[in-house]
């Protein structure tokens, strides 16, 4: 069992940044792959950014590209998400998961082994 905890959701104006941070405790942090995923309002979930254990392997939602980055600190155990240039459609309640195979599952959709964050708001105003 993996527990995700997420913090560093906020209030923040279009053109913003705002760094994402995920907690990873109960296994071996390594043995991971992370990933950032979100929900906005009426919307289904949806994959952001994922990382395999050892940041070769890098993924990002092209909505995403060139304004986010995912990255990770093993020896903290911590994920990040730096999201710079919010857009108001970047609204949306953020979610870590943690995947014992691989990033490529996370980006393919592939959550049978996931393990989930309980997520953190993040709202970007016009």
């Known amino acids: 069992q993996v527990q995700l905890i997420e913090s560093g959701g906020g209030l923040v104006q279009a053109g913003g940044s705002l760094r994402l941070s995920c907690a990873a405790s109960?296994?071996?942090?390594?043995?991971?792959?992370m990933g950032w995923f979100r929900q906005a309002p009426g919307k289904e979930r949806e994959f952001v950014a994922a990382?395999?254990?050892?940041?070769?392997?890098?993924y990002y939602a092209d909505s995403v590209k060139g304004r986010f980055t995912i990255s990770r600190d093993n020896t903290k155990n911590t994920v990040y998400l730096q999201m710079n240039s919010l857009k108001p459609e970047d609204t949306a309640v953020y979610f870590c998961?943690?995947?014992?195979?691989?990033?490529?599952?996370?980006?393919?959709?592939?959550?049978?082994?996931?393990?989930w964050g309980q997520g953190t708001q993040v709202t970007v105003s016009s």
């Open positions: 109960g296994r071996t942090f390594t043995n991971y792959a």
């Open positions: 990382i395999n254990f050892n940041s070769i392997m890098i």
């Open positions: 998961a943690a995947d014992p195979q691989s990033a490529f599952r996370l980006r393919a959709g592939i959550y049978d082994q996931t393990y």
